[in-house]
Nanobody, 115 residues
């Protein structure tokens, strides 16, 4: 089993910044993709950004330029730096990793952006 420990999130005014981090531990077997998803009330969970073990990144169009995903392979940790936050970024953010062909999810952390 892989355990994911998320940190960061909170309340910020529009235009502000927040950072999220997610550390993987446990029976880790070659983590391939690490990423962040989010789910706003009444909406489906959606991909925010993901990064492969080689550093290739993918972003949702709505967060391009504003968000940056990175990872520390030695620490099995993925980060999400969120700048120029908008009220529509308000959601529960979930860490996701693909290890040994299996997906694992964090417990989620709330990000609230006030207008």
């Amino acid at each position: 089993q892989v355990q994911l420990m998320e940190s960061g999130g909170g309340l910020v005014q529009a235009g502000g910044s927040l950072g999220l981090s997610c550390a993987a531990s446990g029976s880790i077997n070659s983590i391939n993709v690490m990423g962040w998803y989010r789910q706003a009330p009444g909406k489906q969970r959606e991909l925010v950004a993901r990064i492969t073990s080689s550093g290739s990144t993918t972003y949702a169009d709505s967060v391009k330029v504003r968000f940056t995903i990175s990872r520390d392979n030695a620490k099995n940790t993925v980060y999400l730096q969120m700048n120029s936050l908008k009220p529509e970024d308000t959601a529960v953010y979930y860490c996701n990793v693909l290890s040994g062909g299996r997906p694992y999810w964090g417990q989620g952390t709330q990000v609230t952006v006030s207008s």
